[in-house]
Every structure is written in structure tokens, then in C-alpha cells.
């Protein structure tokens, strides 16, 4: 198992839910954060929610207290890391809301990367959130999101990969985004769909 690397979108695949809106849900902003979805980018828009929650007063501690159910596929990744296999993230979520997530479910440290968008704490305790690359990362699929191209991300992971010799690489996701890297496995590899779209 030591040779098989698998890599697992977050929202809606290791949860079952996107982590953004169950954040904005859970701290009282969904009626604002529909009014402004049609105005902004994801990013800017979350980057935007934060900054509306920290001006009510919320702090870093009740973002961190927002927890999500426990999710079925725990157990799974916990026996894939015991059984040797290198698990990483590729998500289009936020640094910030996974890996404060992994640390409640118990499995942070089965992952040896987390590849997000960024999110970082300020000087006045607000949380930021950027994207993971700038909107003109280059990628022609109109299935990635200008704030983060997966396959770019995977096409990384596997050149990282071809050096050390691990063979195998498993991919889980559930939407669009994860189109374009699921056109980046090679012919040992998997997909594991949660569910079919059509593109």
C-alpha cells in the first residue's frame, strides 16, 4: 500500500457539506451572504463574510467552535493511512476550515498535504482567505474555478511523485472541479466519482 497515493477533494466528499456555507450557516450571515453571492467572486466573497462576522464580533474561537458532524468515510481514511497509503487534499475549501476540521475528526495527521486556497489570521485576529492561484492560472476546462485548477495542482503532485516511485494514484471527488484533474490520471490510476456530472 506503500506505493498508492490518494488524493481526496474535501467539501462534500471527506464531509458532507461544503465547509464555507456550513461556516457562514452556523454564525447567523446566510441571509447576507445570499445577498451578496451575485456581486463577487467565491474568495472575495468569503474574504468579505469574514471581515462582516469579525466587525459583529465574532472571533477566531467561535469560527474554530463551528464543528461538522462526523463524517462515514473517517474510519476509512484512518485504516488507508494505517495500511501505509499517502493520503492528501486537493480542494478548493480553505486552509483555515480544514484543517480545523481534520483536528476535530481526529485524522489531521493522516494527511501528508493539504493543497486549498490559503487562509491566515491578521493582525486585528480577523481570518483572511486568498485563492490558491491567481485568476489566470491558464487552465482552458470551464469546470475549474478561477481561484484554484486541480489539475494543475495534480499534475505537481505527480511530477513530486515520479521522483520517489510511488506508482498508483487514487482520486475522490463529487463536482465539477474535479473534472480536469480527473484527466490527469494515468492508466494504473483511479477515480472515484461520489457522483456523476455532466460536463
Known amino acids: 500500500m506503500t506505493g498508492i497515493v490518494v488524493v481526496f ?3 462534500k466528499t471527506i464531509i458532507d457539506l461544503d465547509s464555507d456555507n456550513w461556516a457562514i450557516d452556523e454564525l447567523g450571515a446566510t441571509d447576507l451572504f445570499n445577498r451578496l453571492l451575485p456581486t463577487m467572486p467565491w474568495n472575495s466573497l468569503m474574504d468579505r463574510m469574514l471581515k462582516e462576522l469579525h466587525d459583529q464580533g465574532k472571533t477566531i474561537d467561535d469560527i474554530e467552535q463551528v464543528r461538522t458532524v462526523i463524517p462515514r468515510v473517517v474510519p476509512a481514511i484512518k485504516a488507508a493511512h494505517a ?5 492528501r487534499i486537493v480542494s478548493d475549501a480553505n486552509v483555515f476550515y480544514i484543517e480545523t476540521i481534520l483536528k476535530h475528526l481526529g485524522i489531521h ?13 491578521d493582525e486585528q485576529e480577523k ?30 503532485i505527480q511530477a513530486s511523485l515520479a521522483k520517489v516511485g510511488k506508482k498508483r494514484m487514487i482520486y475522490l471527488g463529487d463536482g465539477a472541479g474535479d473534472f480536469c484533474p480527473s484527466l490527469k490520471m494515468k492508466e494504473q490510476d483511479f477515480v472515484m466519482p461520489r457522483k456523476v456530472i455532466s460536463v
Open 127 to 156: 481570518l483572511r482567505i486568498l485563492p490558491h492561484h491567481d485568476f489566470h492560472h491558464g487552465c482552458t476546462f470551464n469546470t475549474c474555478l478561477p481561484k484554484m485548477c486541480k489539475g494543475l495542482v495534480i499534475e505537481r
Open 9 to 11: 477533494d474535501f467539501d
Open 109 to 121: 495527521d493522516c494527511f501528508t498535504e493539504i493543497n486549498t486556497n490559503s487562509g491566515y489570521v
Open 83 to 87: 495500511l501505509g497509503c499517502d493520503l
